[in-house]
């Protein structure tokens, strides 16, 4: 099936990316004609920036992540969902490859892979080889307990339908927002497809994630799974 923008959203989450949203923005904008920026109450000027852009604004409820994507998830028009950083780790080029399985309902969801994909963003120190350690050890109990292939389940970069999407009821308001996605796509049988996705290294701002965030991925995916 032909891509067509007009069945496509792209929520962008972000706080104090203002140096490079409009960039982000621009990138994007071909793809979709319903771009949305659900801003952490930044204030480098990222609310006039994305309304000059085009792109329909909205404050987060400062909790975070999660939070910040459900309130795109609610609010975006169309029926197919791209989730986007504004970071310039994401390559907009993908979009159409995330999007095309949806449209030819091969699946309900589509996430992107750095381990197929490559990824210039992993530090070749201790901090950024236990970031990759835990990401795999994740997946690998996804994996076992669903018996699923899957080589990424942390990566931001995916499309999903809205209607799956709200019939999820996701709760995480952080960053165990991705993980939990992909969970509860599992457990409601929904189709779920992965594609090579390549990560570019962060081009502006400050990463909000944390090394400590890893413990949390690993209880709240516990939780996810057997609760």
């Given amino acids: 099936m032909t891509y067509d923008k007009s069945t496509v959203s792209i929520i962008i989450a972000c706080k104090n990316e ?11 904008k071909k793809y979709s004609n319903d771009i949305l920026v659900i801003d952490g109450h930044s204030k480098d000027g990222t609310r006039e920036i994305a309304k000059k852009m085009g792109a329909r604004f909205f404050l987060d409820h400062k909790l975070g ?12 028009k169309n029926e197919i969902l791209v989730f986007f950083d504004a970071d310039g780790s994401h390559n ?32 070749i120190d201790f901090i950024g080889i236990l970031r990759s350690v835990g990401s795999d050890f994740l997946t690998a109990i996804v994996n076992h307990s669903f018996k699923v292939g899957l080589t990424d389940i942390l990566f931001s970069l995916r499309a999903i339908r809205k209607s799956t999407a709200l019939n999820l009821k996701l709760k995480s308001n952080d960053f165990c927002i991705e993980q939990e996605m992909i969970i509860s796509v599992l457990k409601n049988g929904h189709k779920i497809k ?3 996705t390549q990560e ?24 996810q799974i057997y609760l």
Avoid: Q
């Fill in 18 to 28: 203002g140096e490079g949203i409009g960039k982000i923005l621009k990138s994007v």
């Fill in 65 to 76: 992540r999660g939070d910040a994507l459900k309130i795109g998830i609610k609010n975006a």
């Fill in 92 to 123: 907009e080029k993908y979009i159409p490859n995330l999007v095309k399985p949806i449209l030819n309902k091969e699946a309900d969801l589509v996430i992107g892979s750095r381990r197929t994909g490559g990824s210039f963003d992993m530090n």
């Fill in 194 to 196: 992965e594609i090579p």
């Fill in 200 to 223: 570019m290294a962060r081009k502006w701002g400050k990463s909000k994630l944390k090394t400590i965030t890893g413990v949390r991925f690993i209880f709240s995916l516990l939780k």
